[in-house]
């Protein structure tokens, strides 16, 4: 008898909960007269990203594909109603024009527990947009130029560490190697310190890298679209070890600077002119000792917490889009061989691979966007109405509080923006090319005040590392990667499952 009561109380407390979700809260968009997905009862429209069958972007990306045609649809994340942006000049009203009514990402960030997470990307507000103003001025061409030579130095000791594989035509898995590589130069430039990871790839600085980025499916759609559940319970984004190995490794390496006056260009010196005077030097170094006692400095913190974003920004992404464009520059030999050609030729004018001459390559330029176009490492945009808002011409009334969604995949991917869009085609971009499209057609980096601030670095970063090394050798596939790549489903970026093997051949 107690065995039945309480299997039927729990029947009954099912099918009232059933209700409630059917019938109230997945009752928003019906109320609102908006068009939306039909959602599943508990999981809403991510019970394939819960259970782990499907990357978000994919998720995105498939909805955008079916329902654009509405320009702006419902779904729901969970419980939590999400409105999708489908509509190029409405995602230009979200990131740009009505910025002021979407300025929050509203992801999950919570200092007190995850002092990683107060970085540029995460923060909400009066404390992204102060935080802003200080650190676009270490992202100018002329920091550009000063951290130059430490990307070079990396490339080239990457290119060199290939070399015996090149002689036997050995299989070389290059995600990995990508990731030994994006880990030594941004510890360099973040943090100031030689990682070694190319020769040594089992290191502290790369395990503790791993640990960053796969995540199970569950915190994925927590942190991204119901952040306060994990508020609530205190659960920290970034692994405890993660975050004591980061924060001791940034307090030493700028107490040992301060201790012995030592002075190199990279990112933690611009974040030690943030800490001591509030704002950085200008390009031309000139000294300013005038500063008023009302600027706000970064704390110690603050300043590891942009130090740790620059460092998973920089080592990820730049990873992975480096080993999706060698997949498919080793796929396509005419475009391998037209960058050849470009490289060889502007190497060859400047005597040396430099600044100037990697901003020249304009062909190099073409192929990364074509890769980032395929591949965008961010493939869905979010953002939450921070002040209620009505749609222009489609009489939505967005509350304050409504998750907003804009599928970059599913417009990298749209047909009718680009024709046959499984084909990987650098002329896509050039500027004729470039002019017919919507200029919030291609989001790689975002757009409007919350555009990626590392852009300028990242490209550099990539640009150095495909000269260099298509400079000295020819890449083809190995029999062991798999046609097409499949996307990693335990990630919010749009990282790659399995092994990417080459051969390389010196040319």
């Known amino acids: 008898m107690v065995l039945a009561e309480i299997i039927g109380t729990f029947i009954v407390a099912l099918g009232i909960a059933y209700i409630y979700y059917k019938f109230v809260i997945f ?9 939306y997905v039909e959602p599943v009862v508990p999981t809403g429209n991510v019970t394939s990203l819960i259970t782990g069958k499907v990357q978000i972007g994919v998720i995105f990306r498939d909805a955008y594909m079916k329902y654009k045609h509405h320009r702006a649809f419902g779904m729901y994340m969970l419980f939590k109603p999400n409105l999708v942006i489908a509509d190029l000049d409405l995602i230009r ?4 024009k009505e910025f002021k009514s979407f300025h929050s990402r509203g992801m999950y960030c919570n200092e007190k527990i995850d002092p990683l997470a107060a970085h540029l990307f995460f923060l909400p507000g009066k404390k992204w947009r102060n935080l802003r103003i200080k650190l676009t001025p270490t992202f100018t061409s002329g920091k550009m130029k000063q951290m130059f030579s430490i990307i070079k130095e990396h490339s080239k000791e990457f290119t060199m560490f290939l070399e015996s594989k090149a ?19 941004i510890m360099s430039t973040a943090f100031g310190i030689k990682s070694n990871c190319i020769v040594e790839p089992n290191n502290d600085y790369r395990t503790y890298g791993r640990k960053i980025f ?8 927590l942190f991204m679209f119901v952040p306060k559940i994990m508020s609530f319970l205190s659960v920290p984004l970034t692994p405890r070890c993660v975050t004591n ?7 030493e390496t700028v107490e040992y600077r301060q201790a012995h006056n030592i002075v190199r260009h990279d990112f933690v010196n611009l974040l030690m002119q943030l800490m001591k005077r509030g704002y950085v030097n200008p390009d031309d170094d000139d000294e300013i000792t005038d500063v008023s006692p009302t600027v706000n400095k970064l704390t110690m913190a603050e300043a590891t917490a942009q130090s740790y974003v620059f460092f998973i920004g920089g080592f990820e992404t730049t990873s992975t889009t480096l080993t999706f464009a060698l997949y498919e520059l080793a796929q396509c030999k005419d475009i391998q061989d037209k960058l050849w050609k470009e490289i060889d030729e502007t190497l060859e004018e400047h005597g040396d691979l430099t600044y100037d001459a990697i901003n020249e390559m304009t062909y190099l330029h073409k192929v990364l966007n074509e890769t980032m176009r395929k591949y965008p490492n961010l493939p869905v945009l979010n953002r939450v109405c921070t002040k209620e808002f009505n749609i222009p011409t489609m009489n939505i009334r967005v509350p304050k509080g409504t998750l907003i969604s804009i599928p970059v995949l599913g417009l990298h991917q749209d047909p009718s923006i680009y024709p046959d869009p499984d084909k990987f085609d650098p002329e896509r ?3 004729e090319e470039v002019a017919k499209r919507h200029p919030y057609a291609y989001l790689p980096f975002g757009e409007g005040p919350r555009n990626c601030i590392g852009s300028r670095f990242a490209y550099m970063q990539m640009k150095v590392a495909l000269v260099s090394l298509l400079s000295k050798y020819r890449f083809t596939l190995h029999p062991r990667t798999q046609i097409p790549l499949l996307f990693h489903n335990r990630t919010i970026g749009l990282g790659i499952k399995g092994g990417v093997h080459f051969i390389i051949e010196p040319r």
């Open 27 to 35: 009752s928003f968009w019906r109320k609102k007269g908006v068009f």
């Open 93 to 96: 009203i979200v990131l740009t």
């Open 167 to 185: 002689r036997i035509k050995d299989s070389v898995e290059m995600k990995d190697m990508f990731k030994r590589y994006s880990t030594d130069v």
């Open 214 to 221: 796969v995540m199970n499916p569950i915190w994925i759609a």
């Open 245 to 251: 190995f980061y924060i001791n490794m940034f307090r």
């Open 429 to 431: 971009f050039n500027a």
